[in-house]
């Protein structure tokens, strides 16, 4: 059953931690992406990779950082230095970039406490 | 950078009522996608338009794209229960950039 998988549903962090969020696909796409979405907001940027061992900021990079040592793994850190972080976290990929359709995962719901 | 607004930001409409909203673009896209998204759930992918003054329809929806490819609008109708959710318009950003810029989207409320 082809699809993107993100973990945990929900996650918790203390102020000051770093968090790490997962997104694994298996559709054999090569672009993957990060979004933030807040409350009756539409989904923001936050990085993307277009090929392993590659990747770019996008519009709220600040505070983030990924990795992309595999094609089906995408991970996402939330560090301390990113001043808002609880939001509403979306994976996503596309075989072909920008004019492809994007898959989402289920998304990950991030509170800091 | 560029901007993609959509208005309205909700509308209530009782079931059976048309829908529409409408989706603008400060620069030119080379094409938009709408997507919905269901309360609690994840963006889901409803179409793609490519060309100028491009028309498609599923179903009961029905999609636009502008002659200037700067504009779009999702019109659903007689509405169901089952269309309640959050309908976003997206495009390509500027320049070589990956990714998609997303409109706030229209948050549609439907009274049984």
């Known amino acids: 059953d082809g699809g993107i998988t993100q973990s945990p549903k929900y996650l918790f962090r203390k102020e000051g931690q770093n968090v790490t969020l997962s997104c694994e696909q298996n559709?054999?796409?090569?672009?993957m992406y990060w979004y933030r979405q807040d409350p009756g907001q539409g989904l923001r940027l936050i990085y993307y990779?277009?090929?392993?061992?590659?990747?770019q900021k996008g519009d709220i990079a600040e505070g983030y950082s990924v990795s992309r040592e595999k094609k089906e793994s995408f991970p996402l850190t939330v560090t301390s230095a990113q001043k808002n972080p609880t939001a509403f976290y979306l994976c996503?990929?596309?075989?072909?970039?920008?004019?492809?359709?994007?898959?989402f995962g289920q998304g990950t719901r991030l509170t800091v406490v | 950078g560029q901007q993609v607004m959509q208005i309205p930001q909700y509308q209530h409409v009782q079931e059976g009522e048309d829908f529409t909203t409408y989706c603008n673009s400060s620069?030119?896209?080379?094409?938009i996608q709408w997507y919905k998204q269901r309360p609690g759930g994840h963006p889901v992918f409803l179409i793609q338009?490519?060309?100028?003054?491009e028309v498609k329809k599923q179903k009961r929806l029905t999609f636009q794209f502008g002659e200037a490819k700067k504009n779009s609008s999702l019109h659903i109708t007689a509405t169901q229960t089952t269309d309640v959710g959050t309908y976003f318009c997206?495009?390509?950003?500027?320049?070589?950039?990956?990714?998609?810029?997303f409109g706030k989207g229209t948050h549609l409320i439907i009274q049984p």
């Open positions: 620069t030119t896209l080379s094409n």
């Open positions: 559709l054999n796409h090569d672009a």
């Open positions: 990779s277009q090929i392993v061992n590659d990747f």
């Open positions: 338009l490519v060309k100028s003054g």
């Open positions: 997206a495009g390509p950003p500027r320049g070589g950039a990956d990714g998609l810029t």
């Open positions: 996503a990929s596309s075989i072909q970039g920008r004019n492809t359709e994007a898959f």
